[in-house]
């Protein structure tokens, strides 16, 4: 479904302030390690928090997680020197919050591909990953989906998406369930993933892992995490579960027997398989495929 197929099961957010999570991130092996310079930072820290993350990118092995830095809002007067100190560790990536317009999008773009020409590093490598968060951004989410070629996931943010609308906050998400939708629905129009938003309750693992499965049945490929115990569950739930991969080999290969023998439709256990059944077991399997090989 998606254009890369890096896989972005969970991806683990910590202050970049602190190495010492950073190093626990890597310990864990969260397919995406997430270094923030945003919210999660105090503003009395953001310089230092700089120097610790280019220190972690130039020092630490991440050996298969993906290395990126979450950067404040372009436009914001934090954003230049957040870019102008991160850049030099060569992140894998960043993650752009409050994205709402296509020119935020263009404007990154336009920096990182003048660093890389002035670097020598390959051209278009580094990623873009925005999210939407706001009211402004849900409505032009088709706009910050096709800005650049770097773009390859869309991630949903529910707390801040309440907070600029006024809504409130509940378990069940309804508030925020069109957003949740619009976002699932943009990234897989334009064939990038999709990254469910951030389950604030440490404690609440039961919870967590319900709103992972909701994730993920909306389509969703992956979910921002804030703790190591989140980060486990998020990576065993986003991929296909053994009966999962065992009914879609199933269904597969009944599929192409039915096929041989003339039939489109057919009866697997009392249920009805014809085209769209068989391309999601396919789906499944390359997903299955692809958290095997640990593909980036
Ligand atoms: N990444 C990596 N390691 C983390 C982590 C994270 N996000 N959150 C906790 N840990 C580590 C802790 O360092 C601790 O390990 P240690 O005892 O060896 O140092 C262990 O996991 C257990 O942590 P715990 O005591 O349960 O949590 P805490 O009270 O230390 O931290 C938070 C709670 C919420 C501050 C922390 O989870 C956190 O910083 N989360 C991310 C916040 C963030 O980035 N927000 C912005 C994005 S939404
Ligand atoms: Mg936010």
New binding site residues.
């Given amino acids: 479904m998606t254009k890369t197929p890096h896989l972005r099961r969970a991806m683990?957010?910590?202050?970049g302030d602190?190495l010492?999570?950073?190093e626990?991130?890597i310990g864990?092996g969260a397919d995406s390690i997430v270094m923030?310079l945003?919210?999660?930072v105090a503003f009395s820290q953001k310089a230092a928090a700089r120097h610790t993350i280019v220190q972690a990118l130039q020092t630490l092995d991440f050996g298969r997680s993906e290395r990126l830095v979450?950067m404040n809002p372009v436009g914001s007067e934090l954003a230049e020197d957040d870019l102008r100190s991160t850049i030099t560790g060569r992140p894998a990536g960043y993650v752009l919050p409050k994205a709402e317009f296509a020119e935020q999008v263009e404007m990154l773009a336009e920096f990182l591909t003048l660093e890389e020409r002035a670097r020598g590093w390959p051209a278009g490598q580094i990623k873009i990953l925005p999210i939407v968060e706001t009211a402004l951004g849900v409505m032009n989410v088709r706009e910050i989906a096709l800005a650049d070629p770097r773009v390859d996931a869309l991630l949903f943010g529910a707390e801040d998406l309440a907070g600029d609308m006024g809504a409130v906050r509940t378990s069940a998400g309804w508030e925020v369930f069109y957003a949740r939708s619009a976002v699932v629905m943009a990234a897989k129009a334009y064939r990038l993933q999709a990254i469910d938003q951030?389950y604030f309750d440490?404690n609440n693992l039961e919870g967590f892992e319900a709103e992972c499965q909701t994730g993920r049945q909306m389509a969703y490929d992956g979910k921002?995490v804030?703790?190591?115990r989140q980060a486990e569950i998020a990576q065993r739930v986003f991929a296909p579960s053994p009966e999962e991969i065992q009914r879609a080999q199933r269904i597969v290969q009944a599929h192409e027997e039915a096929q041989a023998a003339g039939l489109g439709a057919f009866a697997l256990d009392g249920r009805m398989v014809d085209m769209p059944v068989v391309r999601m077991a396919e789906q499944v399997l390359s997903k299955a495929k692809a958290a095997v090989n640990g593909d980036r």
Avoid: N, T
């Avoid at 683990?12 to 202050?15: A, E, S, T, V």
């Fill in positions: 683990l957010f910590m202050p602190s010492r999570k950073i626990k991130a864990l923030d945003e919210d999660g979450r951030v440490l921002m804030i703790h190591p």
